[in-house]
């Protein structure tokens, strides 16, 4: 009932089907139920922000980034919102990786199809090895035939892990995608309760998939078995050899690859264009460093489900400049 029909009503009565109506009772009458109506509204949406207090315990590795400036604050857990689609999970834990949560195991994954022009960045790579901090295992494997070949397995000797650096072969596994070989690494990576985080060195060109287009299979596949693994997943561009190093297409959807990998594992993309290798790896490998030293573990209650599966989440702070980096989906296990 609009406002005007109201202001026609005679102050003290009017005859409405037989029944005497007072248009002061009338008017209280509406106000009484506007009240009623925003109550239950707000009772909704109290209801819909509300954390779910029962769910299956979850894991995933935060990385706290700075939208300007170097600064990084402290985020503490009432700070961190985690949804999955319209549905606010419990933060149950929210640690900072330091001390006794520190614990970090690291592969360097170089595409053995690289390049040999990757030569005058390994001197850089191994001195990002050798200061990592000093609890953390480091390993080193080539991307070699669809597999993670292995040069030196996790391992606190940072100095003997930085020796097992070689050039890449070349063109002997150019045939082979490089997320088989991430695929693989993936799988074979046992949960321990450490940080499990990739920085691999490729074109992210997927010569056996061929087709140029966001729906690579073997790139999906890959990206699913690092979010079930938890294992977050860098990268650094370094054109391939031969010919893929010069081809404009391979280039292009090489880095669409790689930038799609490491957003969607949580990780951080390192571009240097479409042509040659990067005249110095060392500022990518610092921040990369620098990225190890602001992360946290985070424990929340997934909604409980019938099956097992990998699950979309999203993480929202109120803080200023700052973002949360994580993971866009989490393997979510079978409710009991």
């Known amino acids: ?26 008017r209280f009458g509406l106000v009484e139920m506007a009240c009623l109506v925003a109550v239950a509204l707000g009772s909704y949406a109290v209801a819909q922000s509300a954390p779910n207090a029962s769910g299956t315990p979850v894991h995933m590795i935060v990385t706290v980034e700075p939208r300007k400036g170097s600064e990084v604050p402290v985020v503490n857990r009432e700070d961190v919102v985690v949804y999955e689609g319209k549905n606010r999970d419990s933060v149950t834990e929210w640690v900072p990786a330091q001390g006794d949560h520190a614990g970090l195991e690291f592969y360097v994954l170089i595409d053995d199809a690289s390049s040999s022009a990757v030569d005058t960045q390994l ?96 790139l999906s596949a890959a990206i699913e078995d690092c979010q079930r693994a938890g294992v977050l997943v860098s990268a650094i561009y370094a054109p391939g050899a031969g010919h893929f190093g010069h081809s404009h297409w391979s280039n292009y959807w090489g880095q669409i690859y790689l930038s799609k990998l490491t957003e969607e594992t949580g990780g951080e993309g390192y571009y240097i264009g479409f042509f040659g290798p990067a005249p110095d790896f060392s500022p990518y490998l610092t921040d990369a460093a620098n990225r190890l030293e602001h992360q946290y573990l985070l424990t929340f209650l997934a909604q409980p489900q019938k099956r097992s599966g990998v699950r979309p989440v999203k993480l929202r702070t109120e803080l200023h400049n700052i973002d949360l980096v994580s993971a866009n989906a989490v393997y979510v296990p079978a409710s009991e």
């Open 123 to 218: 001197s850089d790579i191994k001195k990002f090895i050798v200061g990592l901090p000093a609890n953390a295992q480091v390993g080193v494997a080539y991307m070699q035939n669809g597999t993670a070949r292995m040069e030196q397995k996790l391992t606190t000797d940072h100095d003997l892990a930085a020796k097992a650096l070689r050039l890449p072969f070349g063109n002997l596994s150019a045939d082979a995608s490089p997320y088989f070989s991430l695929s693989d690494m993936a799988k074979h990576w046992q949960p321990d309760g450490n940080r499990h985080e990739v920085l691999m060195i490729t074109s992210g060109a997927d010569p056996y998939y061929g087709s140029g287009d966001a729906d690579d299979p073997y």
């Open 1 to 26: 009932m609009n406002a005007p029909f109201l202001n026609c009503l005679p102050l003290n009565s009017h005859r409405l089907n037989g029944q005497r109506f007072s248009s002061q009772r009338y």
